[in-house]
């Protein structure tokens, strides 16, 4: 990004254009007075007006690209600039670090078993602990793992690798329990957003080895600098053996002491079960599991409680009533679909009479769902897709709620944030931030996240996004959803046509 502020950038492009603060003021059609208090960075120009100018100036897409980032900025001020930047590039870019590829990996032959054996070099040091896994994978029972590692600015999963061995998990036979520091605050000015670089770094894992994998956290003063001094600052607890990891994660150390190991153990054990650690994520076991929880934990208050939807598809469960939920659910009646059923329902009521309800979702999304009727937010054993009808009734059902004052929904731009189904956002103002992680080989993962500066630091992208035009307003989001309507009311009639 360019280090120029706005009113430099302004002045910059019209003066290499040949146009006078007149004309531009005039294309514009401002007051050439508020336009000189802009070029001297006494005022910012309100969304609409930035609007005009920047359609008033001729600029190439770079150009463009760079004159709004500074226009930003300018509205938003550092810390609120960086952190929209950093959580639009998490929800866009979660999946680029998770692993797809298979991997042979094999414990060393002739290992030498001296109590201590030094690993020099980041790939040696992650082959090294790869061949561990490879041991761990031949083992009858369970294995565990115990961790403190600088997850702020390093990917555990280059230690742990999210991808397969031999067609299997890595993580199938590991019980791992992570401990890390945070700053109380994720706010942070530039993009030193500490707690949030934790967090995307940690995604992947809980993407491939869901509740296997526990985290928890404490505060620490100076949360970037843990060990300061220390040569090993760093470690890993395993079954024989502790290993000792460098600031850098190139070193390692490993000793192979019963005594120091169990030492180790017990010392990291009890400092997880202190009453100063909190847990930093929990991991349901699937959809049902979830909503139990939110339907006991997200119920007070309702008239108070704000809440707020990213999503890939617009979330037609708000819509469903009693006869569209139980018709789409799986033929196969169980008692967890009969949980589905019931707290679906009652879900939607709650959420619906919201204090505040913001739900926002993709092009793409709405485009899949009209064509299939798949409910992306619902593993296929419990719902069936929509037949053309039920999608038209779910529209319908949907456009009813937009003449409601306290409910906002929105399409994003695609031109703005590249939202994928990996990933769907909800955050509540009483329960805390609820990721739903999809990847097609490991299936939805429903997590929950109350660390306060985290679910803060999404409030302020989310509650910023209408303001910023990241999505379309209310009336054009309706008149979107009443084109796709439309659409399929014509399929419907050329289908009777035909019978």
Not at 234 to 248: A, K, P, R, T
Not at 345 to 352: C, D, H, S
């Amino acid at each position: 990004m360019s280090e120029k502020m706005f009113a430099e950038l302004l002045e910059q492009h019209i003066r290499e254009n040949g146009y006078t603060n007149y004309e531009v003021a005039k294309a514009a059609k401002i007051n050439r007075v508020n336009l000189q208090r802009y070029l001297s960075g006494v005022r910012v120009p309100s969304p609409d007006i930035f609007e005009a100018i920047s359609s008033a100036i001729p600029m190439n897409r770079e150009e463009r690209d760079e004159f709004r980032e500074a226009y930003d900025l300018a509205t938003d001020g550092k810390d609120t600039y960086y952190l929209r930047k950093f959580i639009r590039e998490m929800l866009e870019k979660v999946t680029d670090q998770t692993g797809t590829d298979s991997i042979q990996c094999y414990a060393e032959n002739g290992r030498d078993e001296d109590e201590i054996q030094i690993i020099d070099g980041k790939i040696s040091v992650e082959r090294f602990i790869w061949s561990i896994l490879a041991e761990y994978r031949a083992a009858e029972n369970e294995r565990s793992a115990l961790l403190y590692l600088p997850a702020d600015n390093f990917f555990p999963g280059r230690i742990f690798p999210t991808y397969p061995i031999n067609g299997k998990s890595a993580l199938s036979r590991l019980k791992i329990i992570q401990m890390i520091p945070l700053s109380k605050r994720a706010d942070q000015t530039e993009d030193q957003f500490y707690n949030l670089r934790v967090l995307r770094n940690l995604i992947p894992l809980y993407f491939h080895a869901g509740s296997s994998y526990e985290t928890c956290y404490y505060y620490q003063k100076n949360a970037e600098k843990p060990g300061y001094g220390a040569i090993y600052p760093y470690y890993g607890i395993f079954e024989n053996s502790v290993i000792l990891f460098s600031e850098d994660m190139e070193h390692a150390v490993r000793i192979l002491n019963k005594e120091f190991v169990k030492k180790y153990r017990e010392q990291f054990l009890s400092a997880v079960h202190g009453t100063a650690m909190k847990k930093f994520v929990t991991c349901f076991e699937d959809i049902v599991e979830m909503l139990e929880f939110l339907m006991k934990h997200d119920v007070e208050r309702t008239e108070e409680t704000e809440r707020y939807f990213i999503e890939y598809q617009p979330c037609f469960a708000l819509a469903a009533d009693q006869k569209l939920m139980e018709s789409v659910l799986q033929p196969k009646v169980t008692k967890r679909t009969n949980v589905l059923s019931g707290g679906v329902l009652r879900r939607a009521e709650i959420v619906r009479n919201s204090a505040r309800l913001v739900q926002y979702f993709t092009e793409e999304g709405l485009e899949e769902f009209v064509e299939t009727g798949v409910l992306a937010e619902y593993p296929k054993e419990y719902v069936r897709p929509l037949t053309v009808e039920e999608r038209i009734q779910a529209i319908d059902c949907l456009l009813e709620f937009f003449d409601r004052d306290n409910i906002e929904f929105g399409m994003i731009r695609n031109e703005c944030m590249h939202v994928k189904k990996t990933i769907n956002v909800f955050l509540s103002s009483v329960c805390g931030l609820n990721l739903i992680l999809n990847d097609e080989k490991q299936g939805l993962r429903h997590m929950l996240i109350d660390e306060p500066s985290i679910c803060h630091a999404f409030y302020t992208f989310i509650s910023r996004m209408a303001e910023k035009r990241d999505v379309l307003s209310k009336n054009e989001t309706r008149t979107v959803l009443v084109e796709k309507r439309d659409f399929l009311a014509g399929l419907l009639e050329e289908k009777r046509d035909i019978i």
